[in-house]
T-cell receptor
């Protein structure tokens, strides 16, 4: 099976702009999670979707949003970019069997490296 | 606040020495997972533990889940330079769907 793919891999934006990142999960995985990774903060949970429904959300401002499509592909959007949004954004898919199932193992994509100048 | 604490944050060892990282949660976990992230890479799933007191081995790696399901450890015997990377633990809680609680990771450096 193909792994998790993320596009684009690298992105440079200026403050105030918005950005959309894309994630294609492993075929058959209905759970997709997003994380922000910075050297000082480790892996910060953004949100998780299962079959197009957001099941959980981390403590990020409303500028960070996401969605999941019927084919399980997911996007996250960051509006009004700030310098502090520079980070590696990781997407992970998981073979959770149902909406009420706890997350199993996560398969991470290579990430999108976002630089805000 | 941090739901899962992981120590140490950094560990430098000589090749051949052992290494252990510890993970502690303030609440009972339904399962604990371990991941490894090589420099410049993304986290890769290593193993999942579900049962109280469970111990699993993968070659030189030994994973333990505490009896109370609040702590876990990863022990590497006789480290090799290929073990370099950051090791993360991540737990799920039965009351919380759709989320893993990640520790901040232990960055392991192995000197030849």
């Amino acid at each position: 099976k193909a792994g998790v793919t993320q596009t684009p891999r690298y992105l440079i934006k200026t403050r105030g702009q918005q950005v959309t990142l894309s994630c294609s999960p492993i075929s058959g995985h209905r759970s997709v999670s997003w994380y922000q990774q910075t050297p000082g903060q480790g892996l910060q949970f953004l949100f998780e979707y299962f079959s197009e429904t957001q099941r959980n959300k981390g403590n990020f401002p409303g500028r960070f949003s996401g969605r999941q499509f019927s084919n399980s592909r997911s996007e996250m959007n960051v509006s009004t970019l700030e310098l502090g949004d520079s980070a590696l954004y990781l997407c992970a898919s998981s073979p959770s069997s149902s909406f009420l199932a706890l997350n199993g193992e996560q398969y991470f994509g290579p990430g999108t490296r976002l630089t805000v100048t | 606040g941090q739901q899962v604490m992981q120590i140490p944050q950094y560990q430098h060892v000589q090749e051949g020495e052992d290494f252990t990282t510890y993970c502690n949660s303030s609440t009972t976990l339904s399962n604990i997972q371990w991941y490894k992230q090589r420099p410049g890479g993304h986290p890769v799933f290593l193993i999942q533990l579900v049962k109280s007191g469970e111990v699993k081995k993968q070659k030189r790696l030994t994973f333990q889940f505490g009896e109370a399901k609040k702590n876990s450890s990863l022990h590497i015997t006789a480290t090799q330079t290929t073990d370099v990377g950051t090791y993360f633990c991540a737990g799920t809680r039965g009351s919380t769907l759709g989320r893993l609680y990640f520790g901040r990771g232990t960055q392991l450096t192995v000197w030849p």
